[in-house]
């Protein structure tokens, strides 16, 4: 089945810094890749998405990377705000075949 | 429109006795999904029905964990009797499955299960 390893479990950055989190999975079969945030004690929602067919989605401050070659796929935040503090999940399925399969987590620290 | 809903939001039972979680999905979503959340760590997936038909249960653990969504809607799922490493947040989410796949999964806030 698929495995998903996420680094750093733990990231703290100053308001403004950019954040990045990487993940890597097993399955090269695998063709969506979430990104969830979840805040203490509340769901997680997702914030971003990216499918095979593309190496690149942004949205806002947001972005996303994938490296199908490499199986690995990476989470960017430009100029966080104390808000973004959370912890950040990425997943990764075959879509149709396979349900997600999650990474352990980063939490992530922004600073005023 | 109304995300996922479940109930209770929090639960505390002692060991050996049983306990439901009950959860409401999304409008239309056929695909409804049951996780595991330990505290710090990624969800993991217990169950997943499409409809009314539970496809993928390989991690659920069948000798006391049992689930049901009878008319494909809202699913209850059960843990009889609970033990102590049941403490956990049980997350349930939902989707839209077409032919072309999965569309995204949205989760609700979870039932956190504390056994003493």
């Known amino acids: 089945g698929e495995n998903v390893e996420q680094h750093p479990s733990t990231l703290s950055v100053q308001e403004g810094d950019s954040a990045v989190i990487k993940c890597t999975y097993s399955?090269?079969?695998?063709?969506?890749f979430p990104w969830y945030k979840q805040e203490l004690g509340k769901r997680p929602q997702l914030i971003i998405d990216?499918?095979?067919?593309?190496g690149e989605k942004k949205d806002q401050r947001i972005a996303v990377t994938l490296n199908k070659t490499a199986k690995h796929f990476s989470l960017h935040i430009t100029e966080t705000q104390p808000e973004d503090s959370a912890v950040y999940f990425c997943?990764?399925?075959?879509?149709?075949?396979?349900?997600?399969?999650f990474g352990k987590g980063t939490m992530l620290l922004v600073s005023p | 429109e109304a995300g996922v809903v479940q109930s209770p939001r929090y639960k505390i039972i002692e060991k050996k006795q049983p306990v439901a979680f009950w959860c409401n999905p999304i409008?239309?979503?056929?695909?409804l999904y049951w996780y595991l959340q330990n505290l710090g760590q990624g969800p993991e997936l217990l169950i997943r029905?499409?409809?009314?038909?539970?496809?993928?249960d390989s991690q659920l653990p069948k000798d006391r964990f049992s689930a049901e969504r009878l008319k494909g809607v809202d699913s209850t799922l059960k843990i009889q009797p609970a033990e102590l490493g049941d403490s956990a947040v049980y997350l349930c989410?939902?989707?839209?499955?077409?032919?072309?796949?999965?569309?995204?999964?949205?989760f609700g806030p979870g039932t956190r299960l504390l056994v003493l």
């Open positions: 989410a939902s989707s839209l499955t077409s032919l072309a796949g999965e569309e995204t999964q949205y």
């Open positions: 399955d090269s079969a695998s063709n969506y």
């Open positions: 990216i499918r095979s067919n593309v």
């Open positions: 997943a990764a399925s075959r879509m149709g075949y396979s349900t997600l399969t």
């Open positions: 409008s239309g979503h056929n695909t």
């Open positions: 029905y499409e409809n009314e038909e539970a496809v993928d």
